[in-house]
C-alpha cells in the first residue's frame, strides 16, 4: 500500500480546510511544521466540498484548494463535490 500527502501553507485560512480533511480520513496522519502542513493518508485521502463548508461558515470551491497549496503526491480526480488523491493498485 503506497502512501498519499498534501500539503499546504499553515495559515488561518487553511486551518478549517485541514479540520475537515482531517474529518473526513480518520487514517490520515497530519504532520504540522511552522510554515507548512502536510497530510499523509494510506491509499488515499478524500477532500470533501460539504465538510469544508461545514467548517468555514460559507460556500467553498475546491479550486480554492489550489491558493495554499503546496505540493501533493498521488493521482487525483476532482469533481465538484470531492477532491480525491490515490494510487491505482
Request: net charge negative; no cysteine.
Amino acid at each position: 500500500m503506497s502512501t498519499v500527502f498534501i500539503a499546504f501553507q499553515a495559515n488561518e485560512e487553511t486551518r478549517p480546510i485541514i479540520d475537515a480533511i482531517m474529518i473526513d480520513n480518520p487514517e490520515a496522519v497530519l504532520h504540522r511544521d511552522p510554515a507548512m502542513v502536510k497530510i499523509n493518508a494510506p491509499s488515499h485521502l478524500v477532500i470533501r466540498k460539504a465538510t469544508i463548508e461545514d467548517q468555514i461558515g460559507r460556500e467553498y470551491d475546491l479550486q480554492e484548494l489550489q491558493i495554499n497549496l503546496i505540493t501533493l503526491s498521488g493521482y487525483v480526480d476532482e469533481t465538484d463535490d470531492t477532491f480525491t488523491l490515490h494510487w491505482n493498485n
